[in-house]
């Protein structure tokens, strides 16, 4: 799923100073579950913004809550078209990508994110995430004993460890896994490290160029397009 | 025709000893030169460093240059930090067209450990791949597979971790900078002979020169410090203590006692083909190293 981390309140007052009447909007999909945008946190927000406010005896907003299924389709934005009407300025507590279609959904409104989007990851333990995938258009977990280098090695490199990994750690924190050490004791388990004996070349850093789009085909659209 | 005066010098047999320079952090060149007229005619070759440590210096290239001019041999380090394909190329070629015809080809440290955290760590290639693309354009193909006009030759060398605490992996990318084309390797510090002896025994079954790193340690605490925060190095707990050993302010002059004993004992048993000597900062105690480990060994 996709991890964000929400805004520090004093960035957000920061952000909304202009507006009056601010919707505070949450996701229920990624960001719900990485504690960070979903319907909880943004009833929490909204409370941290008005104690906030009463703290400095300046009480210049309104504030509207409301959490969309997901906001990265437009169908579910068109759920709060006539709430977006009576604001200033939409405070989107999603991913980017949900921030963003607002932005295209609603021209004329004012859209601030709320969470800095982090990474692609999973949940670790409680309280913790950590990234998974970069997303780089060219998936090779299968020469990698289905840990991804590319992410999990600082300098996402192809052919083995670099010489800076000690206790199996990596070179940048004693906290951090080696990647390719994890890779290694992996494809060995599996009894595959002729992999790890293969000379990968260089990455192809551009396998769609940027910004990058992927076009179903003809007969995926025809059975009913993404929503289904 | 050798490809470089360095490359006559590795096959010719002799134990070989080279060292290396860093840059310094602005444009006072002036120590720096002063290093390399003290040591070009006692080595065979100066490797000049590429943002050691990810600290950002003077350039590497500039500073082979100024081997060249004082007429020492250079070797560059090209590290793939900084630079992506293209500019990893468009240097190669100036370096060539400049008579810096030795490259010691690495991953680089990563951005993190170094004075610049923020900036955008680049790691398009790492050093397998590096040899690889050195003698794709040998081949007078760029890495997009374009002709060139005129080829560059280099003699190339990678390092190798002889005493990593998990070697297997290491000496799998050990066996992959071989095959790329790796003629020479700079091996990271070593401080006891039991795990470089293994590793030769391992090593020799290749055709590659080896030269062994030796790292000159200033102190117990410059140890300590090297196996806290510096990339792969571990000084083992005995070389610590016996560093300890050493009156206030004399733990350099034990240092180069350690490092005076290491090349003896190399050259005795001929492990390998040569020393690379890192003085990390005392580059002037270099010469006396040198010294001091060639006389005690004519002594024995
Ligand atoms: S120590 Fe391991 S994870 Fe860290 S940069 Fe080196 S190879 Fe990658």
């Known amino acids: ?228 | 025709m050798a490809k470089s005066l360095f490359e006559e010098k590795l096959n010719s047999g002799k134990f070989l000893i080279t060292t290396e320079v860093g840059p310094p952090k602005g444009v006072d060149i002036e120590e720096l030169k002063h290093h390399i007229d003290l040591l070009k005619e006692k080595v065979d070759a100066i490797n000049v460093t590429d943002h050691q440590s990810s600290v950002m210096r003077y350039p590497s290239l500039g500073g082979c240059l100024l081997v060249k001019e004082q007429g020492g041999e250079p070797i560059l380090q090209m590290t793939c930090r900084d630079r992506n394909r293209m500019a990893l190329q468009a240097d190669l070629m100036f370096a060539h067209s400049r008579g810096v015809n030795n490259v010691l080809a690495l991953t680089g440290d990563s951005i993190d450990v170094g004075d610049h955290p923020n900036v955008k760590p680049v790691f398009d290639v790492e050093s397998a791949q590096l040899l690889r693309l050195i003698r794709t354009l040998e081949s007078g193909k760029d890495a997009a597979g374009n002709d060139l006009k005129g080829s560059p030759e280099f003699c190339i060398g990678a390092s190798v971790h002889p005493s990593a605490d998990f070697i297997e992996p290491q000496l799998i990318k050990f066996e992959k900078k071989v095959a790329a084309g790796a003629q020479f390797f700079q091996t990271q510090g070593i401080f006891e002979l039991a795990s470089f002896r293994r590793f030769m025994q391992y090593a020799s079954q290749f055709n590659v020169k080896i030269l062994a790193g030796i790292i000159v340690m200033a102190s117990a605490g410059m140890a300590r410090y090297m196996n806290k925060s510096v990339p792969g190095i571990i000084v083992p707990q005995e070389v610590i203590d016996e560093l300890a050993t050493a009156e206030k302010g004399k733990g350099l002059q034990k240092g180069i006692e350690i490092a005076v004993r290491l090349i003896r004992g190399i050259k005795e048993e001929n492990l390998c083909d040569g020393v690379h000597i890192m003085a990390v900062g005392n580059e002037g105690i270099v010469p006396e190293i040198i010294e001091a480990a060639l006389m005690e060994h004519a002594q024995t």
């Open chain 1, 1 to 228: 799923m996709i991890i964000v981390e929400q805004k520090p309140v004093d960035e957000i007052q920061r952000m909304i100073a202009p507006y009056e009447r601010v919707l505070i909007l949450g996701c229920g999909t990624c960001v719900t579950v990485c504690n960070a945008g979903g319907e909880r946190e943004v009833s929490f927000l909204h409370d941290a913004l008005l104690l906030a406010e009463v703290e400095s005896k300046e009480i210049s907003h309104t504030f509207v809550e409301h959490t969309v299924k997901r906001q990265c389709d437009e169908e579910f934005l068109d759920l709060i078209a006539e709430e977006a009407n009576d604001v200033d300025a939409i405070l989107s507590l999603a991913c980017g990508i949900g921030a963003q279609s607002i932005a295209e959904r609603f021209p004329e409104m004012v859209v601030l994110p709320g969470v800095n989007t982090s990474f692609m990851g999973m949940a670790k333990q409680w309280g913790v995430w950590d990234e998974r995938c970069t997303a780089c258009g060219d998936c090779r977990l299968d020469d990698t004993a289905g840990i991804c280098p590319i992410t999990r090695c600082t300098k996402g490199i192809l052919n083995g460890p670099c010489a800076g990994t000690k206790n199996g750690k990596c070179e940048v924190s004693p906290e951090m896994d080696c990647a390719w050490i994890l890779i290694y004791q992996r494809l060995e388990r599996l009894g595959q490290l002729d992999k790890m004996r293969r000379y990968y070349p260089p990455r192809n850093f551009r396998p769609i160029p940027r910004p990058r789009r992927i076009m179903a085909s003809p007969s995926i659209v025809a059975v009913g397009g993404s929503h289904g």
